[in-house]
């Protein structure tokens, strides 16, 4: 077993490092008072090819595997969540569902403008009746004279305000229930089709989260994505890796309170000595570096799986449920750390503490995740 990362991998670690540091820490807090989207931040993640992760260069792409993507979001959440939320949907739903099962047509009309960061992608699946029962959407898309037809509303859609283009799954034929769903692409733009309502959060406020709301959106037959009523059974193998980017997401918060909690503590003083000196923090700081670790494994274990395309339900959703559970307690503990200071906005950690706890809800809750669990092993 081989648990070291390739000498590409850990550059591109560094180099993704070095970028947040630089380029996102300074202005965290300005971008999560405003609720701004970050856009000159994600145009140079784009010139640096972190829009594209998993396309090929065939088609704009960088060429990397999910293990370059558990990376990439690791190190740009570890500074701004915000910024890894926003890099994880487009990378890892939107232009991945195209990727792996539009037409040759589609991928190329497509994938250069999302892999250079010329257009940015939404993912949409989540309605207000279809939230862990996903398979219970009521949108719905009719063929009428060779154009496909959609009518209904997507909630909580990542990058919806900000999206030229959207993925949207919509109901072709209700009396199939889970394989009457199908995948459309939509283009900001088209008559019918328009954002609603901008949500005002909790946490990773700079990431953009809206509705999107469909009324005789009239699309062309062919922007049907993939094989009609194979969209949800698509959108439960895209998940799989979704949720090795939100896994690394949880790890990559996690490890950034852990890195302020052991530079705080080091100066706090308290009783005439830092705080680090005291068992009490210690042993917090003991038990986060060690479950931080287990999440890390777990989260690259199901990357590599992924990455070899061998099944892994099981594994991602492991990893998920472990990672994000784990980093809620862990920036919990932080803030515990730093007292009263950490409860105001003049530490990073208040701001992890508010992005954190988007990681046990978005792309199936942690009671979804037990359930997947179980019946993996209970097959």
């Known amino acids: 077993m081989d648990f070291s990362f390739t000498e590409e991998q850990e550059m591109t670690r560094q180099m ?25 931040i994600i145009r140079k993640l784009a010139e640096l090819g972190l829009l594209g992760i998993l396309i090929s ?14 990376i990439i979001i690791e190190e740009l959440s570890r500074v701004d969540p915000s910024i890894g939320l926003t890099v994880a949907a487009h990378n890892s739903l939107c232009c991945n569902h195209i990727y792996l099962y539009g037409t040759e047509k589609q991928k190329k009309n497509y994938l250069p403008l999302l892999a250079s960061g010329k257009k940015l992608g939404a ?11 996903a398979s219970a959407i009521r949108a719905t898309a009719i063929l009428r004279d060779g154009q496909w037809v959609l009518n209904g509303s997507k909630l909580f859609i990542t990058n919806a305000n900000v999206g030229e283009v959207a993925v949207v799954l919509a109901v072709t034929d209700k009396s199939k229930g889970a394989k009457g769903i199908s995948a459309f692409i939509l283009e900001k733009g088209m008559a019918g089709f328009r954002v609603g309502k901008k949500e005002n959060k909790l946490g990773v406020r700079a990431s953009d989260t ?7 959106c009239s699309i062309p037959q062919e922007n049907l994505l993939g ?37 705080y503590s080091k100066e706090r003083v308290q009783f005439g000595k830092p705080i680090a000196k005291f068992q009490a923090i ?25 990455q070899q395309e061998q099944r892994s339900t099981k594994e991602a959703s492991m ?45 199936g809750t942690s009671e979804i995740q037990h359930l997947v669990i179980a019946r993996q092993i209970l097959e």
């Open 282 to 306: 210690q042993w917090i700081l003991a038990d986060m570096a060690t479950q931080i670790d287990a999440a890390r494994l777990l989260t690259y274990r199901a990357a590599y799986l992924r």
């Open 319 to 363: 990893a998920k449920l472990y990672a994000s559970e784990m980093a809620v307690r862990a920036t919990e503990k932080a803030v515990q750390i730093f007292g009263g200071y950490g409860f105001t906005k003049d530490y990073p950690v208040e701001k992890f503490y508010r992005d954190v706890k988007i990681a046990t809800i978005g792309e």
């Open 16 to 40: 993704v490092r070095e970028f947040a540091e630089r380029e996102i820490a300074p202005v965290v807090m300005e971008y999560d008072e405003s609720q701004q989207f970050p856009w000159e």
């Open 210 to 216: 809206a509705e999107l709301i469909m009324e005789d």
């Open 57 to 70: 260069p065939d088609y704009g792409g960088s060429g990397m595997g999910y293990i370059d993507l558990a």
């Open 123 to 133: 993912w949409a699946l989540t309605e207000a009746e279809a939230g862990s029962d």
């Open 227 to 263: 094989k009609e009523g194979e969209g949800f059974i698509n959108a439960l193998a895209l998940l799989d890796g979704g949720r090795v980017g939100i896994a690394a997401f949880s790890v990559g918060i996690a490890q950034g309170v852990m890195e302020l909690c052991l530079k």
